[in-house]
């Protein structure tokens, strides 16, 4: 995941966001893409998506109540969501 995916993607954001995925679920870096469809990372489910939000707002310093993160969520839309509250990635 890089400029290719995302031009305005910084390699700080990116790196967050890498840490804070990798924190709840394990898998490569390599792995991950901008299409990446959340329920398609092995472990997910609906706890791992409470800490998976937990960790998206330590990582980036932001608030998302009422957030839900759903199995049909891509990687894309998470970075719009957390850019939507504030995040500068």
């Given at each position: 995941m890089g400029s290719d995916?995302?031009?305005e993607?910084?390699?700080a954001g990116r790196?967050?966001?890498i840490h804070?995925?990798?924190?709840?679920?394990?898998?490569r870096?390599?792995?991950?893409?901008?299409?990446?469809?959340?329920g398609e990372i092995d472990g997910w489910d609906s706890m791992n998506a409470v800490n998976l939000t937990l960790?998206?707002?330590t990582a980036f310093g932001v608030e998302l109540p009422g957030v839900i993160l759903t199995a049909d969520q891509t990687i894309t839309g998470v970075i719009t969501l957390?850019?939507?509250?504030g995040a500068t990635l």
């Open positions: 995916a995302d031009p993607l910084t390699d790196r967050q966001l804070a995925i990798a924190a709840v679920f394990e898998f870096e390599s792995d991950l893409r901008p299409d990446l469809v959340l960790e998206l707002e957390l850019r939507e509250h």
